[in-house]
């Protein structure tokens, strides 16, 4: 983390995951830039996506269904706002169901920074409507990203052989 981060207090409405990826920055943002790639580890360890649509451009729309035994169906989008490429990705995010917060959508901005070959993958999420709908995020984020990590470090070994 910069001295700038570190020194900086979140405010109740917003969520931050920091994930350090052994692979390229580079293979990491492909990951979120590849709807090919995405699929395969979007959503948490008990759901499977089986819808994703994705114009990745800034301006373009993002749509995908997240399924599990437990939840059924889970519907979500939004629209990509600023893509760096390999640097950083700015999209909207809301559930179609109203879940959590009824007509609401928050911003995430995902920064990758490559230091010694290895990504760290900086996920910042906000406002929420409340603590509670924060922190009810924060478990399904992180085995989002435990699948995602798994995937990008496989991926960054297959390319190493």
């Avoid at 959503?43 to 994703?52: I, N, V, W, Y």
């Avoid at 800034?58 to 269904?65: D, N």
């Avoid at 990509?80 to 990705?89: A, D, F, H, W």
């Avoid at 760290?120 to 924060?138: L, N």
Wanted: charged letters at 30%; aromatic letters at 12%.
């Amino acid at each position: 983390m910069t001295a700038r981060t570190e020194a900086r207090k979140l405010a109740d409405d917003e969520l931050l995951i920091d994930r350090t990826f052994d692979a390229p920055a580079a293979l990491v943002f492909r990951i979120w830039e590849d709807r090919d790639h995405m699929i395969r580890w979007l959503g948490p360890k008990a759901f499977t996506c089986t819808h994703l649509d994705s114009d990745f451009r800034p301006g373009g729309k993002w749509r995908a269904c997240i399924v599990s035994d437990e939840y059924g169906e889970s519907w979500m989008g939004g629209t990509y706002r600023e893509i760096e490429k390999n640097r950083r990705i700015v999209y909207t995010f809301a559930w179609e169901d109203g879940r959590d917060q009824p007509e609401m959508e928050t911003t995430i901005t995902v920064d990758f920074t490559e230091e010694g070959g290895k990504t760290v993958q900086r996920f910042h999420q906000t406002p929420f409507i409340s603590v509670e709908s924060r922190d009810s995020h924060v478990g399904g984020w992180n085995e989002c990203f435990d699948r995602e990590q798994a995937y990008a470090e496989n991926l960054a070994r297959e390319a190493q052989s």
